[in-house]
Nanobody, 125 residues
Framework: VLLVESGGGSVQSGGSLRLSCAAS????????MGWYRQAPGQERERVAY???????AYGDSVKGRFTISQDNAKKTLYLQMNQLKAEDTAMYYC????????????????????RGQGTQVTVSS
């Protein structure tokens, strides 16, 4: 499965961006796809996921500001980011797997089966 992110860029604090992740195919009938981010010198931080049933979850720092969604026909995952803050500055990675382990164990170094090349988001205060 090839994942290609787009939509990153530079924005001022309080602004919005929408990230996209185009998948060559949905990774199996059962999947968990989402985003994590990593800033220089920082640990990876989970951002959001959506599963094949449409259930979603968000990291504490983005709840209420970010929304994850998918377009099955286009095989594309989206991350709408509103009310951006300087601390949202990071490289954002789209990931896909058949389990939730990457989400649950990200802080312990878990790696998703598929990952995109990342897209940079920079928020200036």
């Amino acid at each position: 499965v090839l994942l290609v992110e787009s939509g990153g860029g530079s924005v001022q604090s309080g602004g919005s961006l929408r990230l996209s992740c185009a998948a060559s195919e949905w990774p199996y009938n059962t999947y968990v796809m989402g985003w994590y981010r990593q800033a220089p010198g920082q640990e990876r931080e989970r951002v959001a996921y959506i599963d094949a049933g449409g259930s979603t979850a968000y990291g504490d720092s983005v709840k209420g500001r970010f929304t994850i969604s998918q377009d099955n026909a286009k095989k594309t995952l989206y991350l709408q980011m509103n009310q951006l803050k300087a601390e949202d500055t990071a490289m954002y990675y789209c990931v896909a797997d058949t389990t939730y382990s990457w989400w649950l164990l990200l802080h312990q170094g878990a790696v998703a089966r598929f990952r995109g090349q990342g897209t940079q988001v920079t928020v200036s205060s």
